[in-house]
């Protein structure tokens, strides 16, 4: 059926992975249009193969210079990565053990490991110690997981009352909430309900119990509303309140502490997406600013994203593991198997029943470098961050948009237009030095620095500075 491997694929593609391993720096690489590869890759997927060393020296010569380099130490966009070669080792480990994620029956010692990991982060934040969960592909799928578990619990309290479903259900979060909520919203025919953070960007407690308040009680624990404020036509019911621990736009953390205590007296599940920020609960120069998530009922953090782990993973976690299970479980003959006590199936907590172990390289590195390693590496982001920021107060042409609370630096060329801002993009990127994309905030056109790499240096940030004296 398959034929035996090409002499020296084995080894060939070891190699390749150990170089891409030892590259220091790695090379930025770029981009290309669609019509360039298929001219410079040529066909790939024949009747016959091409044979896969072949395979490989495409991928190689081609394939890969078109895709950046997201652990780059001067790749700022977005929210980049800066997985640690542990986790890297470790992930080429998992791909070869062929290794079913979803059940204990199939995965115990993995997943054993992988919730070896979940408790650290758990026990970080102050949840107790029977708060459980998964790893998931990312924090739009931790985000959806933990509000269809949120909806769930809503409805059984409903129903468990008597009460008819209602109409229309809803969640609450910031307006300066991430993208992936709206989505949520979609997914599951539910209305997101968008409330004002404050001038920082900060969604507080206030403006929370100000929302719920408007919103209207209807009977104990449960709040109404007519289908004017939600645009619905018809009764609304709020199932959960998300705080955003750490924005993607601006890194601020929301009054968390505040929002659980304006939550509580309406009995509803605080979601804290800490996708991007919440790793900086492991520094101690940051870890006040997420008091509160302690008390939260769900929390997500991708260690893809600050914790210095490959794509993709999501840590998903739950003070209740029961209320999750409850909307996530699967039933069928086939899964009558997988005993419904067995110590922990992460498929019971997520969308989405195959899975890989992809908290595995995660909790390798942890467990190779220790946790105070961690510590020192997000702090080292930071320090990089408030260099940054005391840069750009020095430099006549840039300004600061909002002073940094984490490690994303947004800021202001005093002067350009947004077309000056793409263009330097272009040219930054095209020049090898760096990626570095705008964003647009309150209808204007800026750029922003995500530090998440503790190879970033406050040099690293100079020379990118220092491109944008004059005009590109
Ligand atoms: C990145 C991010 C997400 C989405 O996570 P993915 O892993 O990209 O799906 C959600 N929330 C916040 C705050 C984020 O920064």
């Given at each position: 059926m398959f034929e035996a491997l090409t002499p020296g694929l084995e080894q060939a593609v070891v190699d390749l992975a150990r170089t891409r391993m030892s590259l220091d720096p790695v090379p930025l690489d770029g981009s290309a249009t669609p019509t360039e590869l298929a001219e410079r890759a040529?066909?790939?997927?024949t009747p016959d193969g091409i044979g896969g060393l072949a395979a490989l020296r495409v991928f190689d010569e081609v394939l890969s210079r078109a895709c950046i380099s997201a652990?780059?130490?001067?790749?700022?966009?977005f929210i980049p990565a800066a997985p640690t070669r542990a986790s890297i080792l470790f992930d080429l480990v998992v791909g070869a053990?062929?290794?079913?994620?979803?059940s204990w029956l199939e995965g115990a010692g993995a997943v054993h490991a992988e919730n070896e990991a979940l408790r650290w982060l758990s026990e970080l934040v102050g949840f107790p110690a029977e708060a459980g969960g998964a790893f998931v592909q990312g924090g739009t799928i931790g985000n959806l997981s933990a509000l269809v578990a949120a909806r769930h619990a809503a409805r059984a309290r409903r129903a468990a009352r008597g009460l008819p479903a209602p109409a229309r259900w809803s969640f609450l979060c910031g307006s300066?909430?991430?993208?992936s909520l709206r989505q949520a919203a979609e997914v599951m025919d539910v209305d997101a309900v968008f409330v004002a953070a404050d001038d920082d960007g900060r969604l507080t407690g206030q403006a929370v119990a100000a929302a719920l308040g408007a919103l209207?009680?209807?009977?104990?624990g449960l709040l109404g509303t007519q289908g004017a404020a939600t645009g619905t036509g018809g009764d609304s019911e709020v199932f959960a309140v998300v705080a955003t621990?750490?924005?993607?736009?601006?890194?601020v953390v929301d009054d968390i502490r505040g929002i659980v205590d304006a939550a509580r007296p309406h009995d509803l599940w605080v979601h804290v997406?800490?996708?991007?920020?919440?790793?900086?609960?492991?520094a101690p120069s940051t870890r006040?600013?997420?008091?509160?998530v302690g008390d939260a009922d769900s929390f997500i953090v991708d260690p893809?994203?600050?914790?210095?782990?490959?794509?993709d993973a999501c840590a998903l976690v739950y003070r209740d593991p029961a209320a999750a299970r409850a909307a996530h479980a699967q039933q069928a003959g086939y899964l009558?198997?997988?005993?419904?006590?067995?110590?922990?199936?992460?498929?019971?907590?997520?969308?989405?029943l195959s899975r890989r172990v992809r908290g595995l390289p995660f909790w390798f590195s942890l467990a190779t470098y220790g946790t105070r390693a961690y510590s020192r590496a997000v702090e080292g982001c930071l320090a990089t961050a408030r260099a940054a920021a005391d840069r750009i107060r020095e430099l006549p042409y840039v300004e600061l948009v909002r002073e940094p609370e984490l490690s994303v630096v947004v800021l202001r060329r005093l002067g350009w237009s947004a077309e000056d801002y793409h263009r330097w993009t272009t040219w930054l990127l095209g020049s090898g030095l760096g990626f570095v994309t705008p964003t647009v905030h309150n209808e204007e056109t800026v750029t922003r620095f995500a530090i998440?790499?503790?190879?970033?240096?406050p040099d690293d940030i100079d020379r990118i500075l220092a491109t944008m004296s004059d005009g590109r």
């Open positions: 040529g066909p790939t997927v652990d780059h130490p001067r790749n700022l966009a053990s062929s290794i079913y994620g979803g300066e909430a991430h993208s209207g009680t209807r009977g104990p621990a750490g924005s993607t736009q601006f890194g997406d800490g996708a991007y920020g919440l790793a900086g609960v492991a006040h600013l997420f008091d509160g893809h994203k600050w914790l210095f782990a490959p794509f009558e198997v997988l005993d419904r006590d067995s110590p922990w199936n992460p498929s019971d907590y997520q969308i989405g998440v790499n503790p190879r970033t240096t």
